[in-house]
């Protein structure tokens, strides 16, 4: 069964197991077939106080809709304000990592030029051989690690921007989104913005990643409107 928020995008919040769709279909006395949408807890085998776990398609939408609608900000001007306050966040984080990855680059310049002047002092012979071996081997273990940091430098996609902030514009049309459309631009957008998607009897919970998890928060942020995030 392939229904669009199944296959994993929920897990059961009562015993963990995957959120499965299921589709059952009914013969109408007067001919022809009714199709009811479920999703379920896939777990065929649970505890005894594990409560039945079944909402109907459209009402597990509703849900979402209304939980998503929560990230809708009150009107343009906070709109704006976020929006540039998330283009400068990554700006800021861009430009640290640029500023560690020079300052790594110059250090393995500066090595590089000191076992240059290592070698010709020992080929000149102003130092023993006993010296040169222990001032090479220190400066190739700095070299090396100073070489694996900026492999390992972390550097901000441009395309993961792109899609905080694709997200983020979305996120305020949601409202707006009619139940049964775009149920597989959904299933992305609950993808990128959460973390965890749980699903109880009656509550559904969508753990949001960051900026999201603030933006959910509203109130909050317009008090504090102005700061720098
Ligand atoms: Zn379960």
Redesign the pocket.
């Known amino acids: 069964m392939n229904l669009p928020l199944a296959g994993g995008l929920f897990i059961?919040e009562?015993?963990g197991?995957m959120i499965t769709g299921e589709r059952i279909k009914r013969k109408l006395k007067g001919g022809g077939v009714r199709v009811h949408d479920y999703y379920r807890?896939a777990?065929n085998y649970?505890e005894d106080d594990?409560p039945s776990?079944r909402w109907r398609a459209d009402d597990l939408e509703d849900a979402i809709i209304a939980d998503l609608s929560k990230l809708k900000m009150p009107d343009e001007e906070v709109v704006e304000w976020f929006r540039s306050s998330l283009q400068s966040a990554f700006a800021e984080i861009s430009d640290l990592q640029r500023n560690q990855r020079i300052a790594l680059a110059k250090r393995q310049t500066e090595l590089t030029n000191k076992n240059d002047r290592l070698l010709n002092a020992f080929l000149a012979g102003s130092i023993d051989e006993p010296t040169f071996n222990a001032k090479l081997a220190a400066l190739r273990d700095e070299l090396a690690q100073v070489e694996q940091s900026l492999g390992e430098a972390p550097s901000l996609d441009p395309a993961d921007v792109r899609a905080a902030l694709a997200v983020f514009e979305f996120s305020q049309k949601i409202p707006k989104i009619r139940r049964g459309s775009k149920m597989l631009e959904k299933r992305r957008i609950l993808e990128t913005l959460s973390l965890n998607r749980m699903l109880g009897d009656v509550s559904l919970v969508i753990e949001k990643r960051k900026p999201f998890d603030e933006l959910a928060k509203r109130p909050e942020i317009q008090l504090s409107r102005g700061d720098t995030i």
């Open positions: 059961c009562h015993c197991a807890c777990n649970p594990h776990v």
